[in-house]
């Protein structure tokens, strides 16, 4: 018996922007160390061959400009520290290295290293320590945003590393058609933060609109009227811009967009959660879709290849991929009354955890799906026979009454 | 039940509508006009896209596709009701049509019948 997840109807995801583990939630070591955050032993050369340790510097905004590469072969130097030989092993050394790139200052390409500590972040942070923080949850594909974000929505992004999302006529449909084409039909939105920063998903837009699509004020009333579908994914506003009711400042902690904008957001999605009287039977998370070239300790572990693959030309790095690693580590928590306060996951996630979790808890079909989302582990288990406990992060017997709001 | 206090970012700070775009932007906006290439005519938007530089402008441009796909699709759902309204126009005519072949019918029985009484008359 599981009530939290007998309870369980409505799963929330929202999907922030390029910030890696360390630089979000690696201070937290300090606070709990079962979380697998900075320490002392880290380090990255620059390019003077001097090691350069992560230093609680990081500031809400200013800092990561340029914004930082985070394309495929900018990543691959991040990850393998330049290494291009045939039988490299993994080793996170060449971010500084990356940044130096951008400017040629040896100063600057040391900021890649900074990192925020939990007073800076209280919304993240209280999140991260409060629910289920994630120590091995993954960006899906060592890249860019689009190809990353695809892997949320199709489970896949059928061979593309880059930032091309036209995937109309795929043969593999997204967690959004699946379900509202199921029997019996289920409900799903996309909402974007307003028309004016809209969505990234615009093979959906195209398609479904106005079907699958809503605003964030639409994502509020939703909440407060019981009206949640069963799946919704929330996006935070990409851009900087006067919108009806005055100055909407980008919420998507993109660098070098500022990152208290991006706290108040998440505030204001869990509060609308958690006052909603959906709040015992919903379950948020919160995930960021890529490091965004910023600096992160964990090797990205290997995975089962997709069944597509991006030629050396497509890679940019002369080597071609198989989609048989992820990316790199991004911060993760899920957030439900019924989970206990303090926990941390230890098993691996990426991206395609999403469609994958989200297909298996309301059972929709799952028979064309890629060989990497049914590889993928779900992060909630599905209500059916019996369940893990020790998988189940919504363990508790009884629902929490403690779990904070903030002023927002 | 703690409440946690969450600072506000400055906006006249924070916020700068002039700030260059960023990749993803970039992309966003050639993606949005893909999809305007594919509205009809009259709604798509008269702006160069490689024009635009700034947060701002790119704001812009996001907002007027964006709605103007949600006008397609709500325009294309205008005309998705419009031959149920035909069909009903057809049921109508049909009716009429039975309507006044009965009455026809009625008539010739009419007129037999009278026709007959007139042959049996005679």
């Keep these: ?408 | 039940m703690t409440v946690i206090h969450v600072p506000r970012p400055k906006v006249k700070l924070a916020m700068d509508t002039s700030r260059p775009v960023n990749s993803l932007l970039k992309v966003q906006i050639q993606h949005l006009h893909d999809a305007e290439l594919k509205l009809p005519m009259a709604l798509q938007t008269d702006i160069y896209i490689n024009a635009i530089k700034t947060e701002g402008e790119a704001g812009k441009y996001i907002r007027r596709v964006t709605e103007a796909i949600g006008d397609a699709h709500a325009a294309a759902e205008a005309r998705r009701t419009r031959p149920a309204l035909k069909a009903k126009r057809v049921i109508e005519i049909a009716a009429v049509a039975d309507e006044q072949a009965e009455q026809k019918r009625a008539r010739a029985s009419r007129k037999k019948n009278s026709t007959g009484k007139r042959r049996r008359k005679t």
Excluded at chain 1, 71 to 90: E, K, M, N, W
Excluded at chain 1, 312 to 336: C, E, K, Q
């Design chain 1, 1 to 408: 018996m599981a009530p939290g997840l007998d309870n369980l109807k409505h799963i929330v995801v929202l999907m922030m922007e390029n910030r890696s583990f360390d630089h979000m939630l690696g201070a937290l070591k300090a606070v709990n160390p079962q979380i697998d955050g900075i320490t002392d032993q880290l380090s990255n050369p620059d390019t003077t061959g001097a090691l350069v340790k992560p230093q609680p510097l990081a500031e809400f905004q200013g800092q990561l400009d340029p914004d930082p590469d985070h394309h495929f072969p900018a990543v691959d130097l991040q990850i393998f520290g330049g290494d291009t030989s045939a039988g490299r092993v993994a080793n996170m050394q060449g971010f500084v290295k990356s940044y130096f790139h951008q400017q040629g200052d040896v100063g600057h390409s040391q900021k890649i290293m900074y990192y925020f500590t939990p007073d800076k972040l209280p919304v993240l942070t209280t999140l991260a320590t409060e629910f289920a923080v994630f120590n091995r949850w993954f960006a899906s594909i060592p890249g860019p945003t689009i190809c990353n974000r695809a892997f949320a929505h199709y489970g896949t992004s059928f061979g593309r590393v880059d930032m091309n999302l036209l995937y109309v006529g795929e043969p593999i449909k997204s967690i959004y058609d699946r379900l509202i084409g199921a029997t019996p039909k289920h409900t799903a939105k996309l909402y974007y933060y307003d028309t004016t920063s809209s969505t990234m998903e615009i093979t959906n837009l195209l398609q479904h609109q106005p079907e699958l699509f809503g605003s964030y004020e639409q994502f509020l009333d939703d909440c407060e009227k019981e009206n949640l579908p069963d799946y919704s994914f929330v996006e935070p506003n990409y851009n900087d811009h006067d919108g009806d009711s005055g100055a909407e400042v980008a919420s998507d902690q993109h660098p070098d967009h500022n990152i208290q904008a991006g706290e108040l957001f998440i505030a204001s999605i869990y509060n609308a959660v958690k006052n909603s009287p959906l709040w015992p039977n919903a379950a948020l998370l919160v995930v960021y879709d890529e490091h965004g070239g910023i600096y992160d300790h964990v090797v990205p572990p290997a995975c089962t290849p997709d069944k597509f693959s991006a030629s050396a030309n497509d890679t940019g790095t002369g080597v071609p991929f198989l989609f048989d690693r992820l990316g790199v580590r991004v911060p993760a928590i899920l957030i439900s009354p019924w989970i206990p306060k303090g926990t941390v996951a230890d098993r691996v996630f990426d991206h395609a955890s999403i469609p994958r979790t989200i297909a298996k808890f309301f059972q929709v079909d799952n028979s064309s799906v890629s060989p990497r989302e049914t590889s993928a582990d779900v992060f909630i288990e599905p209500n059916a026979g019996v369940v893990d406990p020790a998988r189940n992060l919504l363990s508790l017997d009884a629902m929490r009454t403690d779990c904070p709001e903030f002023d927002v």
